[in-house]
């Protein structure tokens, strides 16, 4: 009951989004068109329609999660990492049809008191798309491979809100890039690592990080909501 609830809430909002962005105004008037009580509503979301835009982000990795298991579960073997990391990406994107609902609350997540929601959201994100490709790093990775995701993510969604190109094919170009300048900086790293002088060099830094865990609570947690960044 509260799940549907909640998402009666989060569709009606989407009506006024477009208007008044995630705003107390857009909040009373979900609150008002869904038919739920005040009290109820503020209890569901107690920021209002911060929460809201929180929600429909999850939203989109839930809906996301779901059809990349769709494509991974059909997927003979013929794509390169790159290519199903690219696709992982898109899927994210594609999966949410209301760009304006997008776009105000990336304006939202940039204003300094919602700003640590906003990353949070990001990187919870970039997590949900290595596990659902199957990543089962827990060392120094585990950070490195979300972090550099979220980068190409959150990237890629600003361009595609500016994009006006056909398909949005100038995006998905953009996302090529920034994917292949990923690959172009591991290679680097590869190739330092190969380097008889560059390998005792990194041997201490190294060492130190390889010690580093993905906390257990990182795991358990509902992340996006639940993460708090290593000290």
């Given amino acids: 009951m509260t799940d549907d609830t909640a998402g009666r809430l989060l569709d009606a909002a989407l009506n006024h989004v477009a208007f008044d962005g995630w705003s107390e105004t857009t909040f009373r008037a979900a609150v008002k068109d869904a038919d739920v009580d005040p009290v109820v509503a503020r209890g569901l979301f107690p920021r209002g329609a911060v929460d809201l835009a929180v929600a429909f982000h999850k939203r989109g990795d839930d809906a996301m999660v779901e059809r990349l298991k769709e494509l991974e579960a059909n997927d003979e073997g013929g794509l390169r990492y790159r290519d199903r990391i690219a696709r992982a990406v898109r899927t994210r994107i594609e999966v949410v049809k209301d760009r304006e609902a997008v776009r105000r609350g990336s304006t939202l997540f940039t204003l300094p008191p919602y700003a640590p929601d906003g990353a949070k959201l990001v990187w919870g994100t970039a ?10 790093a ?19 969604v600003l361009y595609w809100l500016g994009d006006d190109s056909v398909d949005h094919q100038a995006t998905w170009d953009f996302l090529d890039r920034r994917i292949e300048d990923v690959m172009r ?18 041997a201490g830094p190294e060492k130190v990080l390889s010690n580093i865990r993905a906390p257990r609570s990182v795991r358990e947690n509902d992340l996006p909501g639940g993460w708090t960044a290593p000290r």
């Fill in 127 to 136: 997590d949900r798309i290595w596990e659902t490709l199957g990543d089962t």
């Fill in 138 to 156: 827990r060392d120094v990775n585990w950070y490195t491979k979300r972090a550099t995701l979220s980068g190409v993510y959150s990237s890629t």
């Fill in 185 to 202: 900086f591991e290679k680097t790293k590869a190739k330092m690592r190969e380097n008889p002088v560059l390998k005792r060099v990194l």
